[in-house]
Structures are given as C-alpha cells and as structure tokens.
T-cell receptor, first 114, second 113 residues
Framework: AAGVIQSPRHLIKEKRETATLKCYPI?????VYWYQQGPGQDPQFLIS???????DKGSIPDRFSAQQFSDYHSELNMSSLELGDSALYFC?????????????FGPGTRLTVT | AQSVSQHNHHVILSEAASLELGCNYS??????LFWYVQYPGQHLQLLLK??????LVKGIKGFEAEFIKSKFSFNLRKPSVQWSDTAEYFC???????????FGKGTKLSVKP
C-alpha cells in the first residue's frame, strides 16, 4: 500500500540558510500534519493543513512557514536556520473523512544544521 | 489541554521478560490514546490505539494496552519481549481540534539477548 513520502530523507544545511521539506500524503488523504523530533526528544506538533488551509498551529517558529498545495502535498519552509533546528521532521497524513486520530507517518527528513 | 506522561525513561530487560510501560494522560474531553514504536533510525509506527469500547486493546507484535479510566492510565504490556523489541515507545493522545497528536517523552526499551 502507498505510504507517506517525504523528501529529502537527509538534508545538511549551514546556519542562516534556508531549507524546504516536502511531504506527499497517502493518495486521497486531505490532511497533513508536521512534527519536529529533536535528538532524544518526543515529537512536537508544528502545524497542520486540511483541504489546503492551515487548520491548527503548534510550536512552529516564526522563521518557518508551510503550505498545502492543490495536489495535497505540503512543504515546510525553514529560513534563517539555527543549530537547534537540527531534528527529524515527520509528516503525517489523514484520510478524507477519516477520524482525526487515524494518522499515518512518513519516514521523516533528518535535517542537520552545521 | 491534553498532556501525556511516561514514567520510565529507559527500561532494560532480558529476553522473555515481561514488559509494562506506564503512560498517564490528562483528561481533556474525548479520550483517544495510542502507542507508537520507533525502531532505531526509523519512523513512528502505530502499535495500537484506543478509541472506545473494550478497555483492553490488542495491537501488533503481541503488544496490548489497558485503558483504566479511573487511573487516567494506558499502560503498554507484552508478556515476553524479544531482542527485536528494542526500540523507543511513545504514548500519545489526540490533542487539537484537527487531530494533532500529543506525545509523551518516550521510553527507550533495551532487550538483552
């Protein structure tokens, strides 16, 4: 079965650079969630989108922005990167009309900021 | 708001030992609880979930969890662990209005062969 796809899987950037992470949800899923998991930390909710509109916001820094496109894929844009942004960024998707708790996680993008 | 706490940071067991990982949640309305497993270097995988009904929930790989409403607990159990169960385990609860998950801090399980 198709799963959530994230690209790139690994990304190395320098401080103050920008990064764009992409998430492709499972086909026919219309809701996307972004989570950040720092080293040795639990995943923290950043932001979510439903039908291309931002639906909820968590602990996302102002330097980050995200959007969902007409094909339901989502991009997380990160600017002025800091060392503390080094983390694993997960995307999860939820099916159309499905209960809010049925989320399927992607493999994550490991971002390293040097 | 929902919050989730996991009591054990690191648990070390020998193979065939029984496992119980604690999880407590704060009440915030509808209770939807999950256990996820994260193998080293891999993504989160759903082990089991509780929405309503039978408080004893069975998941994949021989795991089960019991929802005890009076104790606000959702502990994960497995009668006999294997070396391959070495991973980090996260308890989670449904948080926001659009279904984002709130995770506990995680429990690292190391199983000695």
């Amino acid at each position: 079965a198709a799963g959530v796809i994230q690209s790139p899987r690994h990304l190395i950037k320098e401080k103050r650079e920008t990064a764009t992470l992409k998430c492709y949800p499972i086909p026919r899923h219309d809701t996307v969630y972004w989570y950040q998991q720092g080293p040795g930390q639990d995943p923290q909710f950043l932001i979510s989108f439903y039908e291309k509109m931002q639906s909820d916001k968590g602990s996302i820094p102002d330097r980050f922005s995200a959007q969902q496109f007409s094909d339901y894929h989502s991009e997380l844009n990160m600017s002025s990167l800091e060392l503390g942004d080094s983390a694993l960024y997960f995307c999860a998707s939820r099916g159309r009309g499905g209960p809010p708790y049925e989320q399927y996680f992607g493999p994550g993008t490991r971002l390293t900021v040097t | 708001a929902q919050s989730v706490s996991q009591h054990n940071h690191h648990v070390i067991l020998s193979e065939a030992a029984s496992l119980e990982l604690g999880c407590n949640y704060s009440y915030g309305g509808t209770v939807n609880l999950f256990w996820y497993v994260q193998y080293p270097g891999q993504h989160l995988q759903l082990l089991l979930k509780y929405f309503s009904g039978d408080p004893l929930v069975k998941g994949i790989k021989g795991f089960e969890a019991e929802f005890i409403k009076s104790k606000f607990s959702f502990n994960l159990r497995k009668p006999s662990v294997q070396w391959s169960d070495t991973a980090e385990y996260f308890c989670a609860a449904y948080g926001g209005s659009q279904g984002n998950l709130i995770f506990g801090k995680g429990t690292k399980l190391s199983v000695k062969p």
